[in-house]
Protein backbone atom coordinates (compact mmCIF):
# COMPACT_ATOMS: atom_id res chain seq x y z
CA UNK A 1 0.00 0.00 0.00
CA UNK A 2 1.41 3.36 -0.85
CA UNK A 3 2.82 5.58 2.58
CA UNK A 4 2.63 8.88 1.17
CA UNK A 5 2.71 11.43 3.21
CA UNK A 6 -0.02 14.20 4.20
CA UNK A 7 -0.36 17.58 5.62
CA UNK A 8 -3.16 17.51 8.52
CA UNK A 9 -6.18 18.49 8.02
CA UNK A 10 -8.96 20.02 10.22
CA UNK A 11 -10.39 17.62 12.29
CA UNK A 12 -14.08 16.96 12.98
CA UNK A 13 -16.19 19.52 13.66
CA UNK A 14 -17.47 19.63 17.71
CA UNK A 15 -20.70 18.22 17.08
CA UNK A 16 -19.66 15.43 15.02
CA UNK A 17 -17.18 14.84 17.81
CA UNK A 18 -19.52 14.84 19.95
CA UNK A 19 -21.78 11.95 18.47
CA UNK A 20 -19.05 9.68 17.81
CA UNK A 21 -17.82 9.72 21.12
CA UNK A 22 -21.62 9.19 22.39
CA UNK A 23 -21.55 6.19 19.90
CA UNK A 24 -18.17 4.55 20.50
CA UNK A 25 -17.61 5.63 24.64
CA UNK A 26 -20.72 4.71 26.07
CA UNK A 27 -19.15 2.46 29.06
CA UNK A 28 -20.99 -0.56 30.63
CA UNK A 29 -22.22 0.34 34.14
CA UNK A 30 -22.12 -2.08 36.62
CA UNK A 31 -25.88 -2.46 38.30
CA UNK A 32 -26.84 -1.03 40.81
CA UNK A 33 -25.25 -2.40 44.08
CA UNK A 34 -22.43 -1.49 46.74
CA UNK A 35 -19.25 -1.56 45.02
CA UNK A 36 -16.35 -0.37 47.68
CA UNK A 37 -14.47 2.85 45.87
CA UNK A 38 -11.15 1.11 44.08
CA UNK A 39 -8.31 1.19 46.34
CA UNK A 40 -4.48 0.85 46.11
CA UNK A 41 -4.31 -2.92 44.84
CA UNK A 42 -3.27 -4.56 48.05
CA UNK A 43 0.31 -5.00 48.72
CA UNK A 44 2.39 -6.45 51.72
CA UNK A 45 0.16 -9.63 51.77
CA UNK A 46 2.86 -12.32 52.27
CA UNK A 47 2.48 -15.66 50.70
CA UNK A 48 0.79 -18.24 53.84
CA UNK A 49 4.14 -21.05 55.05
CA UNK A 50 1.15 -23.26 56.21
CA UNK A 51 0.64 -26.10 56.95
CA UNK A 52 -2.41 -25.85 54.32
CA UNK A 53 -6.18 -27.29 54.96
CA UNK A 54 -8.36 -28.50 52.45
CA UNK A 55 -11.93 -27.71 52.86
CA UNK A 56 -14.46 -30.00 51.24
CA UNK A 57 -18.06 -28.96 50.69
CA UNK A 58 -20.92 -31.30 50.82
CA UNK A 59 -22.80 -31.96 47.49
CA UNK A 60 -26.15 -30.33 46.88
CA UNK A 61 -28.30 -32.91 46.79
CA UNK A 62 -27.71 -36.51 48.69
CA UNK A 63 -26.79 -37.84 51.83
CA UNK A 64 -24.29 -35.06 53.85
CA UNK A 65 -20.85 -36.58 54.41
CA UNK A 66 -19.58 -36.01 57.91
CA UNK A 67 -17.61 -32.95 57.82
CA UNK A 68 -17.91 -30.83 54.51
CA UNK A 69 -19.19 -28.03 55.19
CA UNK A 70 -23.11 -27.04 53.95
CA UNK A 71 -22.34 -23.78 51.37
CA UNK A 72 -19.31 -22.88 49.33
CA UNK A 73 -19.18 -19.54 51.38
CA UNK A 74 -19.44 -21.08 54.87
CA UNK A 75 -16.10 -23.36 53.43
CA UNK A 76 -14.55 -19.86 52.46
CA UNK A 77 -15.34 -18.69 55.60
CA UNK A 78 -13.62 -21.42 57.20
CA UNK A 79 -10.39 -21.38 55.40
CA UNK A 80 -7.44 -19.52 56.20
CA UNK A 81 -4.80 -18.61 53.56
CA UNK A 82 -3.43 -20.50 51.19
CA UNK A 83 -6.23 -23.25 52.06
CA UNK A 84 -7.86 -25.45 49.22
CA UNK A 85 -12.07 -25.30 48.77
CA UNK A 86 -13.22 -27.94 46.54
CA UNK A 87 -16.71 -28.11 45.73
CA UNK A 88 -18.04 -31.44 44.24
CA UNK A 89 -20.17 -31.62 40.87
CA UNK A 90 -23.78 -30.00 41.31
CA UNK A 91 -25.98 -27.03 40.82
CA UNK A 92 -25.11 -24.55 43.54
CA UNK A 93 -27.68 -21.38 43.78
CA UNK A 94 -25.35 -19.28 45.96
CA UNK A 95 -23.02 -16.70 45.11
CA UNK A 96 -19.46 -16.84 46.97
CA UNK A 97 -16.97 -13.88 48.43
CA UNK A 98 -13.19 -14.35 48.96
CA UNK A 99 -12.91 -10.97 50.71
CA UNK A 100 -9.72 -9.37 52.40
CA UNK A 101 -6.22 -10.65 53.43
CA UNK A 102 -7.21 -13.01 55.52
CA UNK A 103 -8.29 -15.06 52.09
CA UNK A 104 -5.08 -14.69 49.85
CA UNK A 105 -3.66 -17.23 48.39
CA UNK A 106 -6.69 -19.15 48.71
CA UNK A 107 -7.83 -22.00 45.82
CA UNK A 108 -11.25 -22.77 45.13
CA UNK A 109 -11.69 -25.58 42.95
CA UNK A 110 -14.40 -27.48 41.32
CA UNK A 111 -14.17 -29.56 37.90
CA UNK A 112 -11.27 -28.81 36.69
CA UNK A 113 -11.90 -31.25 33.64
CA UNK A 114 -15.28 -30.93 33.02
CA UNK A 115 -16.31 -26.82 34.43
CA UNK A 116 -19.50 -27.28 33.48
CA UNK A 117 -20.75 -30.18 36.09
CA UNK A 118 -19.94 -27.40 39.11
CA UNK A 119 -22.29 -24.40 37.98
CA UNK A 120 -23.17 -21.78 40.25
CA UNK A 121 -26.75 -20.19 39.29
CA UNK A 122 -28.00 -16.68 39.80
CA UNK A 123 -31.76 -17.33 38.45
CA UNK A 124 -33.89 -18.02 41.66
CA UNK A 125 -31.82 -16.00 43.93
CA UNK A 126 -32.74 -12.27 44.70
CA UNK A 127 -31.47 -9.38 42.78
CA UNK A 128 -29.37 -8.07 46.16
CA UNK A 129 -27.46 -11.79 46.13
CA UNK A 130 -27.36 -12.54 42.36
CA UNK A 131 -24.43 -9.53 40.97
CA UNK A 132 -21.71 -11.81 40.82
CA UNK A 133 -21.42 -15.56 41.21
CA UNK A 134 -17.66 -15.28 42.54
CA UNK A 135 -16.24 -11.54 43.88
CA UNK A 136 -12.61 -11.71 44.97
CA UNK A 137 -11.58 -7.94 46.68
CA UNK A 138 -8.86 -7.08 48.64
CA UNK A 139 -7.63 -11.09 48.54
CA UNK A 140 -3.77 -11.29 46.45
CA UNK A 141 -3.19 -14.38 44.47
CA UNK A 142 -6.39 -16.14 44.39
CA UNK A 143 -7.05 -19.18 42.38
CA UNK A 144 -10.77 -20.18 41.34
CA UNK A 145 -11.25 -22.70 38.52
CA UNK A 146 -13.60 -25.75 37.50
CA UNK A 147 -16.68 -23.82 37.92
CA UNK A 148 -19.64 -22.06 35.58
CA UNK A 149 -21.41 -19.52 36.63
CA UNK A 150 -24.90 -18.55 34.57
CA UNK A 151 -27.34 -16.02 34.91
CA UNK A 152 -25.95 -13.71 36.87
CA UNK A 153 -26.64 -9.81 37.02
CA UNK A 154 -23.27 -8.34 36.92
CA UNK A 155 -20.40 -10.68 36.78
CA UNK A 156 -19.59 -14.31 36.55
CA UNK A 157 -15.86 -13.81 38.20
CA UNK A 158 -14.81 -10.38 39.56
CA UNK A 159 -11.55 -9.61 40.84
CA UNK A 160 -11.31 -6.11 42.07
CA UNK A 161 -8.25 -4.32 43.98
CA UNK A 162 -6.26 -7.02 44.08
CA UNK A 163 -2.14 -7.84 42.84
CA UNK A 164 -2.44 -11.45 41.23
CA UNK A 165 -4.89 -13.88 40.50
CA UNK A 166 -5.63 -16.68 38.55
CA UNK A 167 -9.29 -17.49 36.97
CA UNK A 168 -8.62 -20.84 34.90
CA UNK A 169 -10.77 -23.98 33.78
CA UNK A 170 -14.31 -21.19 33.61
CA UNK A 171 -17.45 -21.03 31.82
CA UNK A 172 -19.32 -17.39 32.43
CA UNK A 173 -22.62 -17.68 30.29
CA UNK A 174 -24.96 -15.02 30.33
CA UNK A 175 -24.46 -12.05 32.46
CA UNK A 176 -25.80 -8.96 32.57
CA UNK A 177 -22.44 -7.43 32.06
CA UNK A 178 -19.30 -9.21 31.94
CA UNK A 179 -18.39 -12.37 32.08
CA UNK A 180 -14.66 -12.64 33.64
CA UNK A 181 -13.94 -9.14 35.01
CA UNK A 182 -10.80 -7.63 36.82
CA UNK A 183 -10.71 -4.04 37.80
CA UNK A 184 -8.25 -1.97 39.75
CA UNK A 185 -5.97 -4.94 39.98
CA UNK A 186 -2.04 -5.30 39.01
CA UNK A 187 -1.37 -9.05 37.38
CA UNK A 188 -3.26 -12.13 36.86
CA UNK A 189 -4.30 -14.75 34.58
CA UNK A 190 -7.35 -15.28 32.75
CA UNK A 191 -6.93 -18.92 30.78
CA UNK A 192 -8.49 -21.80 29.29
CA UNK A 193 -12.22 -20.98 29.62
CA UNK A 194 -14.82 -19.59 27.46
CA UNK A 195 -17.19 -16.70 27.94
CA UNK A 196 -20.75 -16.51 25.81
CA UNK A 197 -23.94 -14.68 25.71
CA UNK A 198 -22.94 -12.08 28.00
CA UNK A 199 -24.70 -8.63 27.66
CA UNK A 200 -21.43 -6.27 27.41
CA UNK A 201 -17.76 -8.31 27.18
CA UNK A 202 -16.97 -11.86 27.81
CA UNK A 203 -13.49 -11.11 29.29
CA UNK A 204 -12.54 -7.39 31.00
CA UNK A 205 -9.54 -6.26 32.40
CA UNK A 206 -9.74 -2.27 33.00
CA UNK A 207 -8.27 0.50 35.02
CA UNK A 208 -4.92 -1.29 35.65
CA UNK A 209 -2.76 1.02 37.70
CA UNK A 210 0.30 2.23 36.29
CA UNK A 211 3.16 0.88 37.21
CA UNK A 212 6.90 1.22 37.28
CA UNK A 213 8.07 -2.10 37.18
CA UNK A 214 4.98 -3.64 35.38
CA UNK A 215 3.53 -6.89 36.25
CA UNK A 216 1.62 -8.44 33.22
CA UNK A 217 -1.92 -9.72 33.12
CA UNK A 218 -2.02 -12.95 30.77
CA UNK A 219 -5.44 -13.38 28.71
CA UNK A 220 -4.66 -16.79 26.98
CA UNK A 221 -6.36 -19.83 25.55
CA UNK A 222 -10.10 -18.49 25.83
CA UNK A 223 -13.00 -18.48 23.82
CA UNK A 224 -15.57 -15.43 23.36
CA UNK A 225 -18.50 -15.47 21.29
CA UNK A 226 -21.90 -13.98 20.95
CA UNK A 227 -21.09 -11.43 23.72
CA UNK A 228 -21.69 -7.69 22.91
CA UNK A 229 -17.80 -7.41 22.62
CA UNK A 230 -15.70 -10.65 22.97
CA UNK A 231 -12.88 -8.59 24.78
CA UNK A 232 -13.31 -4.64 26.25
CA UNK A 233 -10.76 -3.29 28.15
CA UNK A 234 -11.01 0.36 29.46
CA UNK A 235 -7.55 2.19 30.06
CA UNK A 236 -6.14 -1.25 30.54
CA UNK A 237 -2.08 -1.34 31.02
CA UNK A 238 0.31 -4.48 30.42
CA UNK A 239 -2.36 -6.96 28.91
CA UNK A 240 -1.73 -9.55 26.45
CA UNK A 241 -4.52 -11.41 24.95
CA UNK A 242 -2.90 -14.49 23.40
CA UNK A 243 -3.81 -18.02 21.33
CA UNK A 244 -7.49 -17.38 21.58
CA UNK A 245 -10.54 -17.29 19.55
CA UNK A 246 -13.11 -14.31 19.49
CA UNK A 247 -15.86 -14.82 16.92
CA UNK A 248 -19.42 -14.31 16.41
CA UNK A 249 -19.51 -11.07 18.91
CA UNK A 250 -20.58 -7.80 17.69
CA UNK A 251 -16.86 -6.46 18.23
CA UNK A 252 -13.72 -8.58 18.89
CA UNK A 253 -11.62 -7.29 20.66
CA UNK A 254 -11.67 -3.29 21.77
CA UNK A 255 -9.23 -1.37 24.20
CA UNK A 256 -10.51 1.86 24.72
CA UNK A 257 -9.96 5.09 26.86
CA UNK A 258 -12.67 6.48 28.54
CA UNK A 259 -13.53 8.79 31.81
CA UNK A 260 -15.75 6.87 33.72
CA UNK A 261 -12.59 5.26 34.53
CA UNK A 262 -9.25 6.11 36.26
CA UNK A 263 -5.57 5.87 34.52
CA UNK A 264 -6.11 6.84 30.51
CA UNK A 265 -5.50 5.69 28.38
CA UNK A 266 -4.77 1.88 27.96
CA UNK A 267 -0.82 1.38 27.06
CA UNK A 268 2.01 -1.47 26.77
CA UNK A 269 -0.86 -3.72 25.74
CA UNK A 270 0.04 -6.80 23.38
CA UNK A 271 -2.98 -8.78 21.21
CA UNK A 272 -0.77 -11.39 19.24
CA UNK A 273 -1.59 -14.78 18.10
CA UNK A 274 -5.40 -14.48 18.06
CA UNK A 275 -8.25 -15.88 15.75
CA UNK A 276 -10.85 -13.11 14.85
CA UNK A 277 -13.17 -13.86 12.63
CA UNK A 278 -16.81 -13.71 12.15
CA UNK A 279 -17.47 -10.55 14.73
CA UNK A 280 -20.79 -9.78 12.76
CA UNK A 281 -23.87 -10.71 15.34
CA UNK A 282 -25.90 -7.90 15.30
CA UNK A 283 -27.49 -7.92 18.52
CA UNK A 284 -30.04 -5.16 17.92
CA UNK A 285 -31.83 -7.82 16.27
CA UNK A 286 -32.45 -9.76 18.75
CA UNK A 287 -30.45 -11.00 21.71
CA UNK A 288 -31.33 -14.07 24.48
CA UNK A 289 -31.20 -10.55 27.26
CA UNK A 290 -32.45 -7.20 27.24
CA UNK A 291 -30.20 -4.79 26.25
CA UNK A 292 -28.85 -3.10 28.57
CA UNK A 293 -29.11 1.07 27.33
CA UNK A 294 -25.63 2.09 29.11
CA UNK A 295 -23.92 -0.37 27.41
CA UNK A 296 -26.00 -0.91 24.13
CA UNK A 297 -28.22 1.89 23.70
CA UNK A 298 -25.66 3.83 21.80
CA UNK A 299 -24.31 1.92 18.64
CA UNK A 300 -21.02 0.15 18.71
CA UNK A 301 -19.26 -0.34 14.98
CA UNK A 302 -20.63 -3.94 14.51
CA UNK A 303 -18.98 -5.76 11.99
CA UNK A 304 -15.32 -5.40 13.90
CA UNK A 305 -12.20 -7.82 14.92
CA UNK A 306 -10.26 -5.23 16.92
CA UNK A 307 -10.94 -1.60 17.24
CA UNK A 308 -8.37 0.42 19.41
CA UNK A 309 -10.14 3.29 20.53
CA UNK A 310 -7.38 5.29 21.77
CA UNK A 311 -4.46 3.47 22.70
CA UNK A 312 -0.17 3.71 23.27
CA UNK A 313 1.86 1.78 22.29
CA UNK A 314 -0.35 -1.21 22.10
CA UNK A 315 1.26 -3.83 19.75
CA UNK A 316 -0.93 -5.77 17.40
CA UNK A 317 0.78 -8.60 15.94
CA UNK A 318 0.76 -12.45 14.19
CA UNK A 319 -3.21 -12.38 14.60
CA UNK A 320 -5.71 -14.32 11.84
CA UNK A 321 -8.08 -11.76 11.42
CA UNK A 322 -10.95 -12.85 8.57
CA UNK A 323 -15.17 -12.73 7.68
CA UNK A 324 -15.57 -9.15 9.82
CA UNK A 325 -17.80 -7.47 7.42
CA UNK A 326 -17.19 -3.86 8.46
CA UNK A 327 -13.40 -4.01 9.12
CA UNK A 328 -10.73 -6.28 10.35
CA UNK A 329 -8.48 -3.94 12.36
CA UNK A 330 -8.95 -0.50 13.22
CA UNK A 331 -7.67 2.36 15.07
CA UNK A 332 -9.56 5.98 16.10
CA UNK A 333 -8.31 8.42 17.84
CA UNK A 334 -10.72 9.38 21.04
CA UNK A 335 -11.86 12.45 20.46
CA UNK A 336 -13.81 14.13 23.14
CA UNK A 337 -11.55 12.35 26.39
CA UNK A 338 -11.52 14.62 29.39
CA UNK A 339 -8.07 14.04 29.94
CA UNK A 340 -6.68 15.71 26.34
CA UNK A 341 -3.23 14.47 26.45
CA UNK A 342 -4.63 10.87 26.24
CA UNK A 343 -6.98 11.16 22.98
CA UNK A 344 -4.24 10.35 20.56
CA UNK A 345 -2.87 7.04 19.52
CA UNK A 346 0.84 7.04 19.93
CA UNK A 347 3.20 4.59 19.15
CA UNK A 348 0.96 1.49 18.27
CA UNK A 349 2.50 -1.14 15.97
CA UNK A 350 -0.16 -3.29 13.76
CA UNK A 351 2.20 -5.99 11.93
CA UNK A 352 2.50 -9.89 10.68
CA UNK A 353 -0.93 -9.69 10.81
CA UNK A 354 -2.92 -12.15 8.43
CA UNK A 355 -6.20 -10.75 7.07
CA UNK A 356 -8.89 -12.42 5.19
CA UNK A 357 -7.66 -16.28 5.12
CA UNK A 358 -5.68 -16.16 2.21
CA UNK A 359 -8.52 -14.99 0.13
CA UNK A 360 -10.98 -17.61 1.69
CA UNK A 361 -12.99 -15.71 4.20
CA UNK A 362 -12.27 -11.71 3.35
CA UNK A 363 -13.23 -8.86 5.50
CA UNK A 364 -15.21 -6.27 4.42
CA UNK A 365 -12.34 -3.57 4.88
CA UNK A 366 -8.24 -5.14 6.14
CA UNK A 367 -7.44 -2.40 8.04
CA UNK A 368 -8.85 1.03 8.90
CA UNK A 369 -7.29 4.15 10.72
CA UNK A 370 -7.97 7.63 10.49
CA UNK A 371 -3.90 8.85 11.07
CA UNK A 372 -4.10 10.52 14.26
CA UNK A 373 -1.46 10.60 16.63
CA UNK A 374 2.44 9.87 16.24
CA UNK A 375 5.22 7.32 15.77
CA UNK A 376 1.87 4.24 14.81
CA UNK A 377 2.75 2.07 12.51
CA UNK A 378 1.56 -0.25 10.44
CA UNK A 379 2.72 -3.62 8.07
CA UNK A 380 4.04 -5.23 6.61
CA UNK A 381 0.67 -7.27 7.30
CA UNK A 382 -1.08 -9.82 4.25
CA UNK A 383 -4.18 -7.86 3.01
CA UNK A 384 -6.87 -8.66 1.01
CA UNK A 385 -9.51 -5.97 1.03
CA UNK A 386 -9.69 -2.78 0.49
CA UNK A 387 -8.33 -0.11 3.21
CA UNK A 388 -9.98 3.35 4.87
CA UNK A 389 -8.57 5.31 3.93
CA UNK A 390 -7.98 4.08 0.17
CA UNK A 391 -5.31 5.95 -0.64
CA UNK A 392 -3.44 3.68 2.29
CA UNK A 393 -1.95 7.73 2.92
CA UNK A 394 -2.27 7.01 6.79
CA UNK A 395 -0.88 3.81 7.10
CA UNK A 396 3.21 4.54 7.63
CA UNK A 397 5.22 1.21 7.23
CA UNK A 398 7.23 0.08 10.43
CA UNK A 399 9.11 1.20 11.51
CA UNK A 400 8.07 4.45 11.45
CA UNK A 401 8.61 7.96 14.28
CA UNK A 402 6.98 11.16 13.78
CA UNK A 403 3.88 12.79 13.20
CA UNK A 404 1.02 10.43 11.16
CA UNK A 405 -0.65 11.35 8.26
CA UNK A 406 -4.06 12.64 9.97
CA UNK A 407 -6.85 12.14 7.84
CA UNK A 408 -10.54 14.01 8.62
CA UNK A 409 -11.98 12.27 6.06
CA UNK A 410 -11.51 8.78 7.57
CA UNK A 411 -12.38 9.99 10.79
CA UNK A 412 -15.72 11.06 9.29
CA UNK A 413 -16.18 7.74 8.33
CA UNK A 414 -15.73 6.31 11.16
CA UNK A 415 -18.59 8.36 12.65
CA UNK A 416 -20.96 6.71 10.10
CA UNK A 417 -19.59 3.51 10.81
CA UNK A 418 -20.83 3.81 14.25
CA UNK A 419 -24.19 5.94 13.95
CA UNK A 420 -25.90 4.40 11.14
CA UNK A 421 -27.37 0.96 11.03
CA UNK A 422 -24.85 -2.20 11.25
CA UNK A 423 -25.13 -3.31 8.31
CA UNK A 424 -25.23 0.06 6.15
CA UNK A 425 -21.39 -0.37 5.51
CA UNK A 426 -20.99 -3.70 5.63
CA UNK A 427 -19.16 -5.59 2.61
CA UNK A 428 -20.56 -9.25 3.32
CA UNK A 429 -18.45 -12.54 1.50
CA UNK A 430 -18.76 -15.50 1.78
CA UNK A 431 -17.46 -17.16 4.45
CA UNK A 432 -15.37 -20.63 4.72
CA UNK A 433 -16.10 -23.38 6.16
CA UNK A 434 -15.26 -24.17 9.30
CA UNK A 435 -15.30 -27.47 11.25
CA UNK A 436 -17.57 -27.03 14.81
CA UNK A 437 -18.35 -23.65 13.97
CA UNK A 438 -21.16 -21.75 12.38
CA UNK A 439 -21.16 -17.86 11.63
CA UNK A 440 -24.08 -15.98 13.46
CA UNK A 441 -25.53 -12.66 12.44
CA UNK A 442 -28.88 -12.99 13.76
CA UNK A 443 -30.00 -14.87 17.12
CA UNK A 444 -32.65 -17.71 16.74
CA UNK A 445 -36.11 -16.98 18.51
CA UNK A 446 -37.45 -19.43 19.92
CA UNK A 447 -34.48 -20.92 20.96
CA UNK A 448 -32.14 -21.06 24.46
CA UNK A 449 -28.72 -19.39 24.17
CA UNK A 450 -26.95 -22.66 24.32
CA UNK A 451 -28.77 -24.21 22.07
CA UNK A 452 -27.57 -21.52 18.95
CA UNK A 453 -26.00 -23.33 16.26
CA UNK A 454 -22.34 -21.34 16.39
CA UNK A 455 -20.17 -23.96 18.11
Request: aromatic fraction near 10%; hydrophobic fraction near 35%.
Amino acid sequence: MTTTRRRRTRALAVPAAAALVAALAAPAAAPAQSYPPPANPTAGQKAPKGPFKTRRVCAPKGKKAGGCFRTIQAAVDAAKPGDTVRVPNGTYRQRVRIFGAAKRYLKLVGNVKDPGKVVLDGKTLPSNARQNAVWIRDANEVTVKGFEARNWNGNGFFVLNATGYTLTKLHAFMTGVYGMYAFNSRGGTMSDSVAAWNNDSGFYIGQTPPQTKPKRSIVRNVSAYGNVLGFSGTNMRYVTITKSKWFNNGLGIVPNALDSEKYAPPEENVITDNDIFWNNWNYNKGAPFKLRKSSTGTPYPIGTGVLLFGSRTTRVTGNRVFGNFLMGIGAVQQLLLKQKDAQDLIGNRVSGNVLGLGGADLNGRDVFYDGNGKDNCWGPNELRSPTEPADGSTFAPCPFSGANAFNAGAQQQALKWALDPAETHWIRHEHAARAGYTPLEVYEPGKTPMEQPVK
